[in-house]
Structure formats: structure tokens, C-alpha cells
């Protein structure tokens, strides 16, 4: 069964600094797809980023990139020139396929909540 | 853009009752639902997943009885709590992936349930 572990349960950032989020997975497939959600105190769940296992390019987003490294199962996410507005849980999450139906069902990670210090 | 519209955002209701959960697939037809529950501070617990026209699949654990689901068509599914308790309170949020491959997975803005 696949698995998604997130280490870190609290971390914080300066303003304007750098952090990485780390996530490990564990998986036998060979093809697969990862994200990161972020979740506010609004509690509503926003896509950050997402992989493709296929893709050897780390995908980016504005101020967020992922460390993919696939023969290791691990996927941080990097979040730079933090602002005050990324303070938020964030999930790292495993899913099979992104075609329709259950294979869309997400693995989820425990999450970890990042604070940004003004 | 595709949304997953969820009602009630907040209910409180009395122990002993019954509460649905509705979300809709608002321009998008969402064969396949998926019903999360959420503590406090913790991750999303996958409950069961329901596709349109046939039962939904419950994940280990989960009583069937207690969290009826229903989907009947493309565009609604329902969550009720039934016989509510103290216990149940929770944060409940679906979330539906479109038809398309490589669509994005669409959430619910969550139901904060308090029961009383």
C-alpha cells in the first residue's frame, strides 16, 4: 500500500526567507502523480503544486518548487520570499493516476503547519 | 472555474438527530466523489467514495449505517449523519475530480458539524 510521511509537524519561516517542506512516499508503482495542498485556517484546500512521477523536471509555481527525487521517494516543496499569507498546513499527497474516477483517490500526509514571522 | 459547491458551511444540531451534507459539481459532471473527514489540526481521513448510479465504497472502518451516502446523479452527492453524537462532530469536505484526465481534483469548502 502507498504511503506519505511528513516529518515535520510545525515549521516556521521568516518573512522573506526560504523554507522546505519535506515528504517522503512509498510506492511499486512506476507511474504516479504528487502534490502539495495548502490549507488555511479557512480550511479550505488549495493546490499548490503537483508532479508527475514521469517528468525528471522539478515543477514550479511562482515562489514554490519541489526537490523531486524519485529513486529516493522523496518530494520537498520550497517555498521562497515567504509572505505572510503562505501561513497554512500543508499536505503532501500521493495519488495513482489523475484519469477519472477512484484512481483519483488521494494518499494523504499528516501535514505540517508552517508559521511566517513577520 | 469548475467548483464543488458544499452546504451547510456550519451546522450544530442535537444529539439523536439526522444532518445532510450536500455538494454539488457546479458546471462539471462529477461521476466520483470522495467524503473526507477532517480533525482538528489532523489530516484528511478518506470516509468512503461514491459514483453516481451505484453504492459507495466505504473505507475500513467507517460505519455505513451511520454516514449514509447517495449519489444519484452527476452533479450531487450527499453525506447524512444519522442518529448524530458528541463524537461526530467534525470537519466533513468532499471533493470531485472532473471527467477529463490530468483535470484537477475540485474540494468542497467543508461542513464544521457540532453536535450538542
Known amino acids: 500500500a502507498q504511503t506519505v510521511t511528513q516529518s515535520q509537524p510545525e515549521m516556521s519561516v521568516q518573512e522573506a526567507e526560504t523554507v522546505t517542506l519535506s515528504c517522503t512516499y512509498d510506492t511499486s508503482e512506476s507511474d504516479y502523480y504528487l502534490f502539495w495542498y495548502k490549507q488555511p485556517p479557512s480550511r479550505q484546500m488549495i493546490l499548490v503544486i503537483r508532479?508527475?512521477?514521469?517528468k525528471q523536471q522539478n515543477a514550479t509555481e511562482n515562489r514554490f518548487s519541489v526537490n523531486f527525487q524519485k529513486a529516493a521517494k522523496s518530494f520537498s516543496l520550497k517555498i521562497s520570499d515567504s509572505q505572510l499569507g503562505d501561513a497554512a498546513m500543508y499536505f503532501c499527497?500521493?495519488?495513482?493516476?489523475?484519469?477519472?474516477?477512484?484512481?483519483?483517490?488521494?494518499?494523504w500526509g499528516l501535514g505540517t503547519s508552517l508559521a511566517v514571522n513577520p | 472555474g469548475a467548483v464543488v459547491s458544499q452546504h451547510p458551511s456550519r451546522v450544530i444540531c442535537k444529539s439523536g438527530t439526522s444532518v445532510k451534507i450536500e455538494c454539488r459539481s457546479l458546471d462539471f459532471q462529477a461521476t466520483t466523489m470522495f467524503w473526507y473527514r477532517q480533525f482538528p489540526k489532523q489530516s484528511l481521513m478518506l470516509m468512503a467514495t461514491?459514483?453516481?448510479?451505484?453504492?459507495?465504497?466505504?473505507e475500513q472502518g467507517v460505519e455505513k449505517d451511520k454516514f449514509l451516502i447517495n449519489h444519484a446523479s452527476l452533479t450531487l452527492s450527499t453525506l447524512t449523519v444519522t442518529s448524530a453524537h458528541p463524537e461526530d462532530s467534525s470537519f466533513y469536505i468532499c471533493?470531485?475530480?472532473?471527467?477529463?484526465?490530468?483535470?484537477?481534483?475540485?474540494f468542497g469548502n467543508g461542513t464544521r458539524l457540532t453536535v450538542t
Open positions: 461514491s459514483n453516481e448510479g451505484s453504492k459507495a465504497t466505504y
Open positions: 499527497a500521493y495519488s495513482r493516476s489523475t484519469s477519472a474516477g477512484n484512481n483519483r483517490k488521494l494518499i
Open positions: 471533493s470531485a475530480p472532473e471527467t477529463r484526465a490530468n483535470s484537477p481534483l475540485h
Open positions: 508532479q508527475e512521477a514521469y
